[in-house]
């Protein structure tokens, strides 16, 4: 009986092993088997005044979000409209609430009036059909509100998707302490950079510039920085995915650099020793988003004080500042929403009116250029950047982040693939080049079997 | 012990150098075994490690987390202050989550219990037509992990509105073949159908049988079903993940995931302290239940193993 018992058990254990192994990609094919739907309907246009009378309706909606911000803009925007019930969710952060939203949207039921989606997700709901054009509610005409690149960002297919809540204007975040102990100097170009990184390295081998394992957020900031476009996608299923990108190459020539050589810490992001590495200066660097303050202040309390932002390095001496984009999030208005008139409503109130400054005041990079621009935003001297008015750089970076940058409408797939191809190039220190083209033609397979119709140069 | 047994043996071969010869395997023999103890020590490290890493950890602060040594204490002890800071997270998020949990694994596992008992008993005790498909049905059913009926549970509860309510948990949480298979072998051998019989003839109802007399004869049997299903269902992730999406339904499990996927975000604020603080409290109920039961567990798992 004993011996019985414990071989079920153990057969179980291995059973749901295996059983879960199945069922994640069983569920990953469910996530977007659903991309096949209908485009866009070319809705008519709801007028201010349709929205500003239901807003004084009796009603409630549903917003699905995780920003931590998003509480008190809730309950501001209750103060404001008093009538309408707002019952904010949060479904999971990230990957966790897509995979969530595609069952509710799968299931056709439980689906949010809003949902945060991040700009790199946005793309998958938006081609589906599963989001309303913002146009339908005059929201279109806020572009004039933020910068170009943020609103390509939102803008898929000719269509306003989203409204832009975060960016992740990329900077560079430096460890000052290391950099003076060392004599490094500050890196303007990524030659400069990567002879930063020798420098450091050879002083003292526990010390790196940076850390990197293979993180597909930091790939495609830094095709971006480069000038690349590698992905582009025409109407709602044609897309095409260029592997002989200049920007690709550029950015993977000079990494194979930094890896071959051991430059860079094998460390990975969010990972114990990488928060240990930030506290103690092993990583002397982060090139990230602009949203990286508040993770360093709650996470590194121990190098309060040690730590600056610089531009992001430029790929040739005296070009004019360039960067790109690392995260940041948009709220769309669900196409199954059945108060969609409040829910725009409340969109354009939570990114483009109130929320956007409640958002910046309680540590959120904000997109509304009239907020970013604001004195109050720029002139915060945070204690834990030595009094730095880190503000002001990371809000010039805002400004010049290249425009035109598009995501692979399948990307959170493919990036939850990167470790199985780029991340094992880290590891062995074989060609990234190659690595890229491998990953892309997996994330090509996958999505020719979701209904789009792809093609790899 | 040993020793003074053996001793009239080795006294008469003295003379003669011992014979190499082996001698015959007697279970009361305590032999000490180097091997043994190494792998079992190893095996003891490799279970309680976690949990001593555990508590070190839990008593650190968000900023000394990363900045002591792991293994051990270093810094302010904040074990105390983790706790009340747990507790209180978010509007009492933890508590919230901790009562769900309950609510689960009382009417979750305790009514898989109910429901394994009676059919265990049922199939053990009663004759009729189908019971050789009844056994293949529950043997196969035992093999299939819950894991993977998850998704599909998820959409056809979707299709009756079950979804994002506590039913979504507990439903599935009801139906335990595993638990329903041990009733039945252990209702087989630890009921005596003569006493159900004579319960009859003196003019039980079957209700009261199973009420007055099935059910004591049965309890160590129920109380490792219980375990069984206690753990499962406080340990229950996968289910909820994706059943539930609104935090207020949440059990701790998908709660805490929650809060470290928080601390893992672009602009989100660490709370790492928080998430191993409420690991620990996560673990010490079900850590009590089962000390406090061990030894109906013990008698349970052996029960039917030697026939009597």
């Not at chain 1, 500003?52 to 809730?74: F, G, H, Y």
């Not at chain 1, 430029?314 to 059945?338: D, L």
Request: charged share 15%; with cysteine.
């Amino acid at each position: 009986m004993t011996a019985t018992t414990r071989t079920a058990r153990t057969w179980r254990r291995g059973a749901a092993v295996l059983a879960a192994g199945a069922l994640a990609a069983a569920s990953l094919s469910a996530c977007s088997s659903s991309s096949s739907g209908s485009g866009s309907s070319s809705g008519s246009t709801a007028s201010a005044s349709d929205i500003a009378a239901a807003l004084q309706k009796k009603s409630s909606i549903t917003v699905w979000a995780w920003a931590p911000q998003t509480k008190d803009i809730v309950a501001a925007f209750k103060k404001k409209y008093p009538n309408v019930t707002v019952n904010l969710v949060n479904a999971g952060t990230a990957t966790t609430e897509y995979t969530k939203l595609q069952n509710a949207i799968k299931s056709g039921s439980g689906v949010p009036d809003v949902s945060q989606i991040e700009y790199y997700a946005l793309p998958q709901f938006a081609l589906a059909g599963s989001l309303d054009n913002l146009d339908d509610y005059g929201l279109g005409s806020l572009k004039s509100d933020y910068s170009s690149a943020v609103w390509d960002s939102v803008n898929v297919n000719g269509q306003r998707e989203g409204l832009p809540q975060d960016t992740g204007p990329v900077a560079m975040f430096y460890n000052e302490k290391i950099f003076k102990q060392y004599g490094l100097t500050l890196p303007t170009t990524w030659d400069e950079y990567v002879a930063d990184a020798v420098k450091l390295h050879a002083a003292n081998p526990n010390e790196y510039i940076t850390n990197d394992t293979g993180d597909p957020g930091f790939l495609s900031s830094m095709i971006w920085d480069a000038g690349g476009k590698p992905f582009q996608t025409s109407g709602t299923t044609n897309v095409s995915i260029n592997t002989q990108d200049a920007g690709t190459k550029k950015f993977a020539d000079t990494w194979n650099k930094m890896i071959s050589k051991g430059l860079v810490d094998p460390v990975t992001s969010w990972s114990n020793q990488w928060y240990t590495g930030l506290g103690n200066g092993a990583i002397a660097s982060l090139v990230i988003g602009a949203w990286m303050p508040g993770n360093l202040e709650t996470g590194v309390a121990a190098a309060s004080g040690d730590w600056r932002v610089a531009p992001m390095p430029t790929w040739t001496s005296g070009a004019p500042a360039a960067t790109s984009e690392n995260g940041g999030s948009s709220y769309a208005v669900m196409k199954a929403s059945k108060n969609a008139l409040v829910a725009a409503a409340f969109d354009q109130f939570m990114n483009a009116g109130e929320g956007e400054t409640i958002f910046a005041n309680e540590g959120g990079f904000p997109s509304l250029n009239s907020v970013l621009n604001s004195s109050s935003f720029l002139d915060q001297a945070p204690a834990y950047f030595g009094g730095q008015k880190i503000n002001q750089v990371l809000s010039a970076a805002a400004g010049s982040v290249i425009p035109g940058w598009s995501f692979m409408p399948f990307q959170v797939y493919a990036d939850s693939i990167f470790p199985d191809t780029v991340g094992k190039a880290y590891s062995a220190k074989t060609d990234l080049n190659a690595a890229i083209k491998a990953w892309v033609q997996a994330s090509a397979t996958y999505g020719q079997q979701q209904g789009f119709n792809v093609t790899v140069k | 012990m040993v020793m003074t047994e053996h001793a009239p043996a080795t006294s008469k071969r003295a003379a003669r150098p011992a014979p190499r010869t082996r001698k015959a395997w007697n279970p009361n023999k305590k032999r000490k075994s180097w091997t043994l103890t190494a792998v079992m020590t190893l095996g003891l490290i490799y279970s309680l490690l976690p949990l001593f890493w555990l508590l070190v950890n839990a008593s650190k602060t968000q900023a000394n987390l990363f900045s002591t040594n792991g293994m051990w204490f270093g810094g302010h002890f904040a074990l105390f202050d983790n706790i009340r800071q747990t507790l209180t997270y978010n509007g009492d998020e933890f508590l919230h989550w901790f009562g769900n949990t309950l609510l689960y694994v009382v009417v979750g596992a305790g009514g898989a219990t109910f429901l394994a008992t009676l059919g265990g008993y049922g199939l053990a005790k009663f004759d009729f037509p189908g019971k050789r498909g009844v056994l293949a049905v529950v043997l196969g059913a035992v093999a299939v992990p819950s894991t993977a009926l998850a998704v599909p549970t998820f959409l056809m509860f979707s299709k009756v509105g079950l979804v994002n309510t506590p039913w979504a948990i507990i439903i599935p949480s009801l139906i335990n073949p595993f638990g329903l298979y041990l009733m039945w072998i252990f209702a087989r051998d630890a009921i005596p159908t003569e006493l159900l019989e004579a319960a009859r003839v003196d003019g039980a109802r079957e209700w009261r049988i199973f009420f007055s007399i099935t059910l004591r004869l049965l309890r160590p049997g129920m109380i490792t079903v219980l375990l069984f299903a206690v753990v499962a269902t406080w340990n229950n992730y996968f289910l909820p993940l994706i059943m539930l999406n609104q935090p207020k339904w949440y059990p701790l499990t998908v709660g805490l995931y929650q809060w470290n996927a928080q601390s893992q975000t672009a602009g989100g604020t660490a709370i790492f302290n928080l998430v191993l603080t409420g690991s620990l409290l996560t673990i010490v109920p079900i850590m009590i239940a089962f000390l406090v039961m061990q030894r109906y567990w013990q008698s349970g798992l052996t029960a039917g193993s030697v026939k009597q």
